[in-house]
């Protein structure tokens, strides 16, 4: 795909970030993240599972703390104070209503205008298959926008409805329509990638900081050719208009 990318909106305040695993923020858009939180705008992170079984040699149970803390330090860098966990397993996170549920829930807990999350495609660009942790979680996060708006589907006290979020965008996908310039926040982006320093020296017996910044080099340097030649982070963004919704005219982009 060479079309040049447009300007991710601007125009929000608020923006929750639904994952599966700690660290999928930080390969995909910790960049992005550190560049809104500059910016003022307040960014919170939803993990879907605590990544327990992401670390090679070490017991999910012993994992669990070891991962949340690594995230915390991690989102911090990217200026975000506020990271929540659910316990769905990882490696074994089912799409159906109770993802939907407790993505909706959050939803309406934090109102957010911009909905983050991870490539729900098959595939990452053609070249490697995806893993159902993400496919899952990235679908119902999109799907959880209109439940979450829905005041029939998941009712819960003190929860009401929330049909607020504007933008639903897509980090990593392989169908990239926007971009952040990222000029002034490429370094944040490596240093929150290097915060999962125990995950990092499991999966790689390069030097962590060369494979981190070698890889994000690659990643920035590919969505800037389409952006101007400025470091970015590309995103699949979808528009969310709820009349049109409710009418059965769903408006992408």
């Known amino acids: ?86 316990d769905h397993p990882d490696g074994l996170i089912e799409y159906g209503p109770r993802l939907r549920r407790d993505f909706a829930h959050a939803i309406r807990r934090h109102r957010p205008d911009l909905l983050v999350t991870l490539n729900h495609h098959d595939h990452w660009r053609g070249v490697s298959w995806n893993t ?29 409805p929330w049909e607020g979020v504007r933008w639903q965008a897509v980090a990593n996908s392989p169908y990239p329509t926007h971009a952040v310039d990222v000029t002034w926040a490429v370094e944040r982006g490596v240093r929150a990638v290097l915060a999962h320093e125990t995950y990092l020296r499991a999966l790689t017996d390069e030097d962590p900081e060369e494979y981190v910044r070698a890889f994000l080099g690659r990643n920035l340097a590919a969505a800037g050719a389409r952006f101007g030649g400025r470091p970015a982070v590309p995103f699949e963004v979808f528009h969310r208009d709820p009349y049109r919704e409710r009418a059965g005219q769903v408006h992408y982009r």
């Open 132 to 160: 159902p942790d993400h496919r899952h979680v990235g679908r119902a996060a999109l799907d959880a926008v209109a439940d979450a708006a829905n005041e029939h589907l998941f009712p819960q006290e003190g929860l009401a």
């Open 1 to 86: 795909m060479t079309d040049p990318l447009l300007e991710l909106p601007s125009d929000w305040q608020r923006a929750l970030a639904i994952v599966a695993h700690p660290d999928d923020v930080e390969y995909a858009a910790a960049a992005a993240v550190a560049t809104w939180t500059d910016q003022g705008k307040e960014v919170v992170y939803l993990m879907a599972s605590r990544g327990e079984c992401g670390i090679v040699g070490v017991d999910p149970e012993k994992a669990k703390p070891v991962r949340e803390a690594e995230q915390r330090a991690s989102a911090a860098v990217a200026g975000v104070t506020r990271v929540e966990f659910l």
